[in-house]
């Protein structure tokens, strides 16, 4: 069973977007037979949750006042040592490649999930399902790790419900002839509370109302007082059926994300509010492309939204010309599109490394017996059994030393080691006798300085291995005497 884990935070401050896109692949992923686990931070109204309620395993890392990229790849990278996934989902505006390339030798492969095409980005595959984007935004970003680029809004994640509803919804637009129901939705938490601002400007008596918030929304009870206190307005939390409501509704007055993609899917016309700046390129897209009446920021909500309301109910604009172009925006392929792409993905294979564990033990004795390991060892006797085992029990025991097994297809054709120093960590390596004249050491040991970028790795080279030297000066090592290499942080600052 493939192993996936998916890394993303959702609160009452950041909002919950990049948990519920994720939670749409993950279902798909489950579909397929794939063990599904999340690593999520912790903070005030987190959708932990709401995860566990969709059957997902959750791990919960410190939350910091200050987020920190490097205290974040620690806590990640504890949970992962323990699980191997074949592959890391990353959904998190605040990492970029220095944690992506912390993380990669734990895993066979990793994929990001973006929108902002803003920062250095190391993964196999990258997908962003905003409206308008083309791959060219994202070439200044990545490097030549990245095998696949997937952007564009006809890749929109959308859950089975959107899917099947689509027809439905369609058919209904066809039909409708003037604006009696609203949906207002500005975001799952809409931690600025535009939902308010926007009830405040409209006519209840002339349309039905329908808000959408989530229980983790910052604003709630302040909204839930409001409603009480007008008729024509209905409040909806924890909606599970929001294809259901969405067909209901002749208009929105919304977000941008992944819930005006929904909204498309189902022909749905929108007055869009740009919440945040990095949702600017995406209004103004969805403007351009029809599938949006009218675009606003937050600001302008007082004295904008009323006088572009009531002259596009008056002028009575044909909706089904507004219909057609929203749903020509995504149709529910997109996930398809992406689980295909990822089954590529993840059937091409790619090395990696995972911690010796006990049944490892008979393997590494047999490295240890064979003659190209014993060459250039500093003890070239072979070791007995028994002593074997005595010092593997000590290592496994021993929570200073950093032990991996290099493999690939769940092969494993070498070890690394990490032994502290008082100057550094000592590494030691061999490569299977299977695996010699591949190219695998200095793999290995770049995969291991990547995972330890914070360390300093010495080893020691006998003067007569040139291959070995060859190998350590490929992963990054220079000479610094008497046979000893580095490489790391105190060789950068003498």
């Known amino acids: 069973m493939a192993v996936i884990v998916f890394r993303a935070d959702g609160s009452k401050d950041i909002g919950g977007g990049h948990i519920y896109r994720c939670l749409t692949l993950?279902?798909?992923?489950?579909?397929?037979?794939?063990?599904?686990?999340?690593?999520?931070?912790?903070?005030?109204?987190?959708?932990?949750?709401?995860?566990?309620?969709?059957?997902?395993?959750?791990?919960?890392?410190?939350?910091?006042?200050?987020?920190?990229?490097?205290?974040?790849?620690?806590?990640?990278?504890?949970?992962?040592?323990?699980?191997?996934?074949?592959?890391?989902v990353v959904d998190h505006y605040q990492l970029d490649a220095k944690w992506h390339k912390q993380m990669a030798p734990l895993c066979q492969h990793l994929m990001v999930i973006d929108d902002l095409a803003n920062r250095p980005y190391h993964c196999d595959l990258l997908f962003d399902q905003s409206l308008a984007r083309n791959q060219a935004h994202y070439q200044p970003w990545l490097d030549d790790r990245c095998q696949q680029l997937i952007v564009g809004a006809k890749y929109a994640l959308l859950r089975q419900q959107f899917i099947e509803q689509r027809q439905q919804a369609l058919a209904k637009r066809e039909q409708t002839k003037e604006v009696k129901h609203i949906l207002v939705s500005l975001g799952a938490t809409d931690p600025d509370n535009l939902t308010e601002q926007v009830l405040a400007q409209l006519d209840t008596k002339r349309?039905?109302?329908?808000?959408?918030?989530?229980?983790?929304?910052?604003?709630?009870?302040?909204?839930?007082?409001?409603?009480?206190?007008?008729?024509g307005i209905s409040l909806k939390v924890n909606v599970e059926n929001m294809a259901?409501?969405?067909?209901?509704?002749?208009?929105?007055?919304?977000?941008?994300?992944?819930?005006?993609?929904?909204?498309c899917c189902l022909g749905l016309p929108n007055i869009l509010i740009c919440a945040a700046d990095n949702q600017a390129?995406?209004?103004?897209?969805?403007?351009?492309?029809?599938?949006?009446?009218?675009?606003?920021?937050?600001?302008?909500?007082?004295?904008?939204?009323?006088?572009?309301?009531?002259?596009?109910?008056?002028?009575k604009e044909p909706l089904q010309s507004l219909s057609k172009q929203a749903a020509k925006v995504c149709d529910g392929?997109?996930?398809?599109?992406?689980?295909?792409?990822?089954?590529?993905?993840?059937?091409a294979s790619r090395y990696h490394l995972e911690r010796v564990d006990w049944p490892d033990m008979m393997v590494l004795y047999?490295?240890?017996?064979?003659?190209?390991?014993?060459?250039?060892?500093?003890?070239p006797k072979p070791p007995k059994l028994s002593d074997h085992q005595r010092w593997f029990g000590k290592v496994m025991q021993s929570p200073e030393i950093d032990f991996y097994l290099l493999v690939k297809d769940k092969q494993p054709l070498g070890f690394v080691r990490l032994n502290p120093t008082t100057n550094g960590h000592e590494?030691?390596?061999?490569?299977?006798?299977?695996?010699?004249?591949?190219g695998l050491g200095p793999l290995a040991l770049k995969l291991l300085a990547e995972l330890h970028?914070?360390?300093?790795?010495?080893?020691?080279?006998?003067?007569?291995?040139?291959?070995?030297?060859?190998?350590?000066?490929?992963?990054?090592?220079?000479?610094?005497?008497?046979?000893?290499?580095?490489?790391?942080?105190?060789?950068?600052?003498?």
């Open 26 to 88: 993950a279902e798909a992923l489950r579909e397929q037979g794939c063990y599904i686990h999340f690593i999520c931070r912790k903070a005030p109204g987190d959708m932990v949750e709401l995860i566990l309620h969709q059957g997902f395993g959750v791990s919960i890392i410190p939350g910091h006042q200050a987020f920190c990229q490097q205290a974040d790849a620690i806590a990640s990278r504890a949970v992962l040592e323990a699980l191997y996934p074949d592959l890391i």
């Open 207 to 231: 349309f039905q109302v329908t808000v959408v918030l989530s229980a983790q929304a910052k604003h709630l009870d302040r909204i839930r007082e409001y409603v009480a206190k007008r008729s």
């Open 244 to 263: 259901e409501v969405i067909t209901q509704a002749d208009m929105a007055i919304a977000a941008a994300g992944t819930s005006m993609l929904e909204r």
């Open 281 to 315: 390129h995406i209004v103004q897209a969805a403007a351009d492309s029809g599938a949006a009446i009218g675009t606003m920021t937050a600001a302008q909500v007082d004295t904008h939204l009323l006088p572009m309301l009531t002259a596009f109910v008056d002028a």
């Open 333 to 347: 392929s997109g996930i398809s599109e992406l689980t295909q792409r990822l089954q590529q993905l993840r059937n």
């Open 366 to 379: 047999q490295w240890q017996q064979a003659p190209e390991t014993r060459r250039f060892a500093r003890d």
């Open 427 to 438: 590494v030691s390596i061999a490569i299977a006798p299977q695996g010699l004249g591949q």
């Open 453 to 494: 970028q914070e360390k300093t790795l010495l080893a020691y080279i006998d003067a007569h291995n040139s291959a070995s030297i060859k190998a350590f000066a490929k992963a990054g090592f220079t000479p610094i005497g008497d046979n000893w290499y580095q490489r790391g942080s105190k060789q950068h600052e003498s």
